[in-house]
């Protein structure tokens, strides 16, 4: 997942060194903070860079932002994925939502979501003070579901592997990433 204020440098050279890498599969293009318009523009952008790299784009919030752009692959925060008519969610052939606690996972579920992200799972300077939810939270939400769990909060290579080991499908790193 992007967040551009971690990046020191230009964000789009970070962005293309992440599709470069050979590491990520995929990339979030997270960037809430924006307006619409503004965020089309980076959309636009991260979009190319992700297909002329072969990495998967998700489009995040901004779901007519997704359509406008042909984007079928879309993660939402859970509340906003609630607001979603069913009509607007059909559009897409991927929507992904993110997760704190086991009722949320339920209903997510109940959304339609086709993978979710659980966390946070370890301690992550992009949540001062509030304490990480551990991997027994993240077993508790494999336990909930048949679709895919990613791990995201804290993630690092040191512990990457105690994340798989529990059952996730794979992990999100932020602050790795844009660092």
């Known amino acids: 997942m992007t967040n551009r204020h971690l990046c020191e440098g230009d964000f789009f050279e970070q962005i293309q060194r992440i599709a470069q890498g050979g590491y990520y599969q995929t990339l979030i293009l997270r960037e809430k903070d924006l ?16 297909r002329k790299n ?8 901004f779901y007519p932002v997704a359509k406008e752009l042909g ?48 966390g946070h799972i370890f301690e992550t300077g992009c949540k001062p003070g509030l304490p990480p939810r551990g991997l027994d939270f993240l077993r508790e939400v ?23 080991e529990c059952g996730a499908s794979g992990v999100c790193v932020m602050s790795g990433c844009m660092t």
Request: proline fraction near 4%; charged fraction near 20%.
């Open 35 to 50: 307006s619409e318009q503004e965020y089309k523009y980076y959309a636009q952008q991260v979009m190319e860079i992700c």
């Open 54 to 61: 072969q990495i998967r784009c998700i489009l995040h919030s």
């Open 71 to 118: 984007c079928r692959n879309l993660h939402m925060p859970l509340p906003a994925l609630e607001r979603m008519s069913q009509r607007d969610r059909d559009f897409f052939d991927e929507i992904g939502a993110s997760v704190h606690s086991v009722e949320q996972v339920r209903r997510a579920m109940q959304c339609g979501a086709s993978y979710l992200v659980a």
């Open 142 to 164: 494999l336990c909930e579901v048949t679709i895919p769990v990613y791990g995201i909060g804290g993630i690092t290579p040191e512990n990457e592997k105690a994340v798989m």
